[in-house]
């Protein structure tokens, strides 16, 4: 009885693992960086936005696309990821939110047309 309950605890360790590794690095980094980055470390991190404007007040909106494409193979058809992330900025230059939306297609189309 005590193996089964090891195994189980196991299992649902090693599936709770795979969840994590499946997440985008920028998805980990986000959760961790909101409400305690500034824009410079953002950036240092993410690269620089493709996209900067001014949002009410005197925060700032950028705006940031992660594309990839595996070509696939004989069987399986090629797959694009495009993940794209909206991070609000205030006065003083921190984080304060972020939002993430993730594309999959089975063709290769860049984000800015999925």
């Known amino acids: 009885m005590k193996l089964k309950r090891g195994l189980m605890i196991i299992g649902a360790l090693a599936a709770l693992a795979g969840c994590v590794l499946l997440e985008p690095w920028q998805v980990t980094y986000l959760r961790t960086a909101e409400n305690r980055a500034t824009q410079q470390e953002v950036k240092e991190k993410l690269g620089a936005p493709l996209r900067v404007t001014r ?6 909106e950028w705006y940031y696309e992660f594309f990839d494409y595996d070509p696939g193979d004989r069987i ?3 797959v694009s990821w495009c993940d794209q992330y909206w991070l609000s900025f205030d ?4 984080l304060r939110r972020w939002q993430h939306k993730e594309t999959r297609e089975t063709t290769r189309i860049p984000c800015s047309l999925l």
Do not use: C, M
């Open 55 to 60: 949002s009410e007040g005197d925060g700032t």
């Open 76 to 78: 399986h058809p090629g």
């Open 91 to 94: 006065d003083r230059a921190l």
